[in-house]
């Protein structure tokens, strides 16, 4: 392994977000800008329920796309369009009414955007459509 910047670097294909199966590129993009920075991440560990058939169980739910253990908080990613990205923000809005003490960060297309630009990647080959 080589050394960058006094830190260990891995190949590409050692790192977390290469060993997980994405619904979305640009979920692989931002985790593994999350790993180039060393931020630990868990990719859509819970649903949280938000609505309940007439028995009490699970009829719909929200699942963020990731976990940010050290900062305590959820990152939803929405880089659709914008049909489903009110969708999307309708959820949220439900999420923070039924469990106001979890955190959810919205990136929106445009910051994800921002973001890829800050790190010199192209936003169309890096899954930002």
């Known amino acids: ?10 190949h590409p294909s050692e790192s ?7 619904a979305h590129p640009s979920e692989r993009t931002f985790a593994a800008l999350l790993d180039l920075h060393g931020i630990r991440w868990e990719y859509e560990p819970v649903e949280f329920t938000l609505r309940w058939d007439d028995e009490g169980g699970p009829a719909g739910g929200f699942r963020p796309d990731f976990w ?3 900062a305590g908080c959820f990152v939803e990613l929405t880089t659709a369009d914008q049909r489903l ?4 923000n309708a959820k949220v809005r439900r ?15 445009r910051d ?14 890096a899954g930002a459509a």
Request: glycine share 4%.
């Open 112 to 125: 994800f955007r921002r973001l890829l630009e800050h790190h010199g990647l192209d936003p169309a080959a």
């Open 95 to 109: 999420m923070r009414t039924l469990y106001p003490e979890v955190e959810v960060v919205v990136v929106y297309q």
């Open 1 to 10: 392994m080589s050394a960058h910047r006094g830190r260990q670097c891995r």
């Open 16 to 22: 977390p977000a290469a060993r997980v199966r994405f």
């Open 68 to 70: 940010l253990p050290q």
């Open 85 to 88: 990205v009110t969708r999307k």
